[in-house]
């Protein structure tokens, strides 16, 4: 049986994973779930990987979503608890502790787009097309997509894209706020690794740390955020990164950061 997750690793720490089933969409089957939360594992046990991307094979399409194949061959129980797995999923996706960015290198259409919403980070090729599409089957985003993308881009737009079951293009994509990035489609897996080299060049603590401030005290009032961002920020006082960091300003050089 073909594995339908490549896990590679990149520079020592960039973490690959690349959902592997061209042929079927890169469509989510209960196969490459598993796979994918055991690469989720190798990224949690790996102290080296400061950064995660995330992409689909080729260069059509990042994930179509659910397989309706396999679907088709569900009863109702069976279904109800696929898409829990693909909600389970993408909420591993999202407790990763170091910076995760999704490579849309193409069409991404519902648990493909969750996917993409549990990450930190979205860079999409110029010719994509995504959208949140599970209203047009008679059905609702199960996998996070009702809540992530309206956090994301505000409840109007949200609505509008899952009341309509609208593929947007890349442009609009951005003028969302749904992509942080668009970039040419040509050499696209490597421009997004020359972006994810400008986030592992700091402190592997300090951005561990950032996120959990950020993820975490977005749903704090701003005072209990300030005060998770202060009890955070302590944490990197007496790490060896910081006393690197300043002696490498001083003289002149670029850090070597551990971690610690």
Do not use: W
Not at 188 to 212: M, S, T, Y
Request: a neutral charge; hydrophobic letters at 40%; glycine letters at 8%.
């Amino acid at each position: 049986m073909d594995k339908t997750i490549e896990f590679n690793v990149i520079e020592n720490h960039i973490a690959l994973i690349t959902l592997n089933r061209e042929k079927a969409a890169n469509s989510l089957n209960k196969q490459l779930l598993i796979e994918f939360n055991n690469a989720i594992d190798q990224v949690n046990e790996n102290r080296n990987i400061h950064c995660v991307i995330i992409t689909g094979k080729g260069n059509k399409v990042f994930s179509a979503g659910a397989d309706l194949k396999e679907r088709e061959t569900m009863n109702d129980q069976e279904v109800i608890e696929a898409v829990k797995y693909i909600g389970s999923t993408t909420n591993n996706i999202e407790k990763i502790k170091v910076p995760v960015i999704a490579a849309i290198n193409g069409s991404a259409f519902g648990g493909g787009l969750e996917i993409a919403l549990a990450c930190d980070i979205r860079i999409g090729s110029e010719d994509i097309s995504i959208g949140l599409t599970e209203t047009s089957l008679a059905i609702i985003p199960g996998a996070g997509g009702t809540q992530r993308l309206s956090r994301l881009i505000g409840t109007g737009r949200a609505k509008q894209m899952i009341y309509t079951a609208e593929r947007i293009s890349a442009e609009k994509a951005h003028a969302y706020g749904l992509l942080e990035e668009i970039i040419p489609k040509e050499n696209f897996i490597d421009q997004v690794i020359i972006f994810a080299e400008k986030i592992i060049k700091n402190g592997p603590l300090a951005l561990k740390l950032a996120k959990q401030a950020i993820d975490e005290g977005i749903n704090l009032s701003l005072e209990e955020g300030l005060k998770l961002e202060h009890q955070l920020y302590k944490k990197t006082i007496p790490s060896i990164d910081r006393k690197e960091g300043l002696k490498a300003f001083k003289e002149k050089r670029k850090p070597t950061y551990k971690g610690i």
